[in-house]
């Protein structure tokens, strides 16, 4: 009986110390819909799909209420939850902490609805044919979504937001994902934003045409909103009946946003103000910065932004070009006690006045009770019948500062404001080129050698934090007093140089292979048997560092090196190598228990580089577990329902 009971405990032990793992579950192999395979699954299991289009009830209104994974074994192309012919309300329904990964979603009310959870990724996944809203997140933390496409969803209910994607009081980012032809009788067609602090990056916002406000974006009620480095073109606004629409391709209204390194252009509102961006914000801030606006329209104010009602907005290195409104501000309209700072950037052939007589501002309209501060700037061949390039019609104090304003600030156009403050303006031509052959990007808003905006600044270049950013063709930094105007990040442009040498050891000269050499831009190249390495297309143009390794020696870096545009540049490396000698390779001594025994080592450095070196106590098959120490407590008693049994110790193979 006593060996029984050992036996059983041993057997108990064994199982329990396996360690458990998720599982994968097949559809259609081993499950053949998707709610059987939910049904079936445990929490952090994988449900695998392979390709195929699924439709019917048993792939529609999908309760997921534990952690799972589901995804694609092949990707989106070919595999397809498809609910065109019955336009059920949800395919997925998120409960619970979920990662959907590489589907394509079509014809829902809602692809995919969640509320309430922490956790939420979705990726590679292609959202299309929503006749509500493709993606709709509500009171969820930590949202992930990842080089989705979500396109052509359509909104049909009257008055309600977004088509593209749905978001309430939710954190996380949107990062990679196209969002393309979708449409909304309400507003913000492609994506609503709705209190969140939340990041739109690297993403495409194209095509989308909302009834209402925010033909692309709709930013709303307090949000903590960055959209960085986002191509957002071809927008619209449209409105319906005698209800206006503004911003074309981003509306803000009553929140915080950033708006940086965006690309803003061809977005629309027809019946409406602000072609690009409208901004309504009482009682929220809006920094927009480094992103160019061209060819946006709008049919009343402000062509490029209009800044309406109380709102406060920093507009810092930007470029306006070729925007147009149908009565004042072509690049820009601030008005209604709204307050405006435009710093070193570009205003350049806009137009006010397309839909009456009287034009106004065809670079920057100032309107009523505005405060608007112009610093280093350009205004350029824009058009307007009254104030070509800037005009104050009723507005509180007026700065104007270190500007370039073709044909200078003209009193004979009956400005009105509170107050006038005008100094260091430049009356003439900008001289301004194309840069360099090949064309590179915005071109057009270079300085030429010429230009009287060079170093006609308020400060010093690197003081207002472009020390490192240019304004040349031949992309050298802003250096000394800061030139006016737009400036290009020269970490933005592809400028190479070639760089090589060998790597060998000191000792005796000999190449050697294998070493790695990498620079701090992330660039790397391995040394043959001869020990030479290159970099053909290495980034010029800017300070770096680079370094060899091998092992067994010691690295060594060079710093503060420069290589020019085209240029060669040849870095040798000379690698040192500590080589650690000890005296015992293994000692063998058996000890008495309470006894001690010492065994005296030397230990030497016969290399050239300094040698660091220190000792641990291991275990020599398992080094990471700690000498002795508790590893894992298991209820034997409980498991072989077994209350005599009070423990188990398992020592050297032995319970």
Known sequence: ????????????????????????????????????????????????????????????????????????????????????????????????QVSIIGLTIA???????????????????FVTGSTATGINITDCEGVGITRCDISENNNTVDGQSSAGIFLSDVTGFIDQCVFSENTTLGRGAAIVVQSCSFVIQNSDIVGNTSRLHGGGILISNNNNLEIRNCL???????????????GGGIALTAGDAIIDNCIITQNSAPTGSAGGLYCFNAGGECLISNTVFTENDAIRNGGGILIFQ?????????IFENNSAGIDGGGISVTSG????????????????????????????????????????????????IGVQAYAQNAGQV????????????????????????????????????????????????????????????????????????????????????????????????????????VFNVSNDEPLEGALVHTSFGQEAVTNEEGLWEIA?????????ITASMAGFLDSTLTELILEDGGELDVNFGLLHPEFEISHDQIVEQVEAGEQVGVEITIGNAGNAPLSWDADLTLRDVPDVEPWGFEQSLGVGEIIEDNVVGGVVYVDNHL
């Not at 799909?49 to 209104?61: A, I, K, L, R």
């Not at 501002?361 to 100032?366: E, H, L, N, P, S």
């Not at 057009?444 to 050698?449: D, I």
Request: overall charge negative.
């Open 1 to 96: 009986m006593k060996s029984r009971a050992l036996l059983l405990i041993m057997l108990a032990f064994l199982i329990a110390a396996v360690p458990s793992f998720s599982d994968i579950l097949h559809v259609p192999d081993e499950a053949e819909s998707f709610s059987e395979a939910i049904e079936n699954s445990a929490p952090n299991d994988t449900i695998m799909v392979s390709d195929g289009e699924y439709v019917g009830d048993n792939n529609y209104d999908l309760v997921v209420d534990l952690p799972l994974t589901i995804m694609s074994e092949n990707g989106q192309d070919d595999c397809i939850i498809s609910s065109v012919e019955d336009n059920a309300q949800y395919c997925f329904n998120v409960q619970s």
């Open 537 to 545: 297309e290495a980034f010029a143009m800017r300070e770096f560092e």
């Open 399 to 502: 700065t104007l500062s270190y500007c370039l304003i073709d044909g200078g600030v003209n009193q004979n156009d009956d400005w009105s404001m509170e107050g006038l403050s005008v100094e260091e303006i430049i009356d003439g031509d900008p001289v301004l080129s194309d840069g360099r052959d090949p064309d590179w990007g915005m071109n057009g808003f270079y300085l030429g050698e010429d230009s009287p905006c060079i170093d006609a600044g308020s400060g010093q270049a690197a003081d207002l934090g472009f020390g490192e950013m240019s304004t040349q063709g031949d992309l050298s930094p802003d250096e000394d007093v800061i030139d006016l105007g737009y400036h290009y990040s020269v970490s933005n442009f592809a400028i190479f140089g070639r760089l090589s040498g060998v």
């Open 310 to 318: 109380d709102a406060s907005c920093e507009v810092l290195n930007c």
């Open 107 to 125: 014809g829902f009310q809602v692809g995919i609805f969640a509320d309430g959870i922490n956790n939420l990724v979705i990726e590679d996944c």
């Open 338 to 385: 709204s307050t405006i700072a435009v710093g070193n950037s570009d205003f350049i052939g806009n137009e006010a006045g397309l839909e009456v007589e009287n034009g106004m501002g065809g670079g920057i309209y100032m309107g009523r009770t505005s405060t608007p501060v112009v610093t280093n700037s350009i205004f350029f061949e824009n058009e307007a019948d």
């Open 232 to 246: 957002i073109s071809g927008n619209v606004a449209e409105g319906f009946e005698d209800t206006r629409a503004n």
